[in-house]
């Protein structure tokens, strides 16, 4: 595989750069306006190349393709930036923070025919999958509902001050309840709660109805101890009529405690490289080479993700009046 970039080098950034080298596939740049987080990076990882924006990246010659790890509010003019010019593009989560921008690059996408795929990873997550393939294979029989619960440490209410939980990370739960229940959402319910000191909610519920009849439920919270394991509380189950499935990492993997609580993410993005990031990563080549013609996760998921989590948004803001979904 040619050389790709990494646009972004923050935490996330950082681990896409890991990635890639776990799949062998040479990062030549990395793009930040931060010019000692982008050369503290590129010398810890061996990336030849940095420029402070993608104007810059373009202007040096030809990428092969491209992961975006910037903020989500700065993600339509990176992605669409990219698009234009030529380059496939993976686009981590959320697609975008409001939907006028989630359906400028989706538009922007289609005009060029420039692979666009939204970075939702639980999709390549080993037990979130295994438990997408009994649903599909119908061990649990027709799904009825489906119900998640992500508890997050206070640490995202100071990192995050001004971001509505429910287009932080609520979205892989939105996405997860697609995936799942395999129809789209026409109706969302939400509520949302602060407390004293935060920006934004701290909490947030929904009901999701979609359009084959299956209910979601979703559920997110920032208010574990600020030491807390950073996936303490993550569950997602499956119920239908045939049986009740479910992925639980309420217990990590590796935990260890010795001051600071640590339960390492190795499964979904470790900081090495592997885990389900580069099985993300591995598809997103695949899908640019054209090895891989079916899309794991389409674009217009993506795109329906950012309508829902909106969705969430306003619904909460107006004290839980239902919203419709039209499209």
Known sequence: MKPVAVVGAGAFGAR????????????????????????????????????????????AGPVAAASVCTPGPTHRAVATALLTAGVPVLVEKPLATTVADAEAIVAVAESTGVLCQPGHILRFSAPHRALHDAVRAGQLGDVLAVSSRRDRPRTLSR???GEHPALLTAVHDVDLALWYAGASVVEVRATARTRTGAGAPVLVFAELRHANGVVSSIRNSYLLPEDAPNHTSDLVEVYGTGGIGHVDLAQPTLLVQAGQAQAPDWLLSPSGGGGALAAELRHFLARVTGAHPTAVV???????????????????T?????????S
């Open 159 to 161: 990192l995050f001050p």
């Open 16 to 59: 896409h750069v890991a990635a890639y080298r776990s799949l062998d596939v040479p990062v030549a740049a990395l793009v930040d306006p931060d010019r000692g987080a982008r050369e503290l990076l590129a010398a810890e990882h061996g990336v030849p190349h940095t420029y402070a924006t993608v104007d810059e990246l373009l202007a």
């Open 318 to 326: 107006a004290g839980g009046e239902p919203r419709r979904i039209t």
């Open 298 to 316: 389409p674009l217009a998921d993506g795109l329906h993700v950012v309508r829902v989590a909106a969705a969430m948004v306003d619904s909460a």
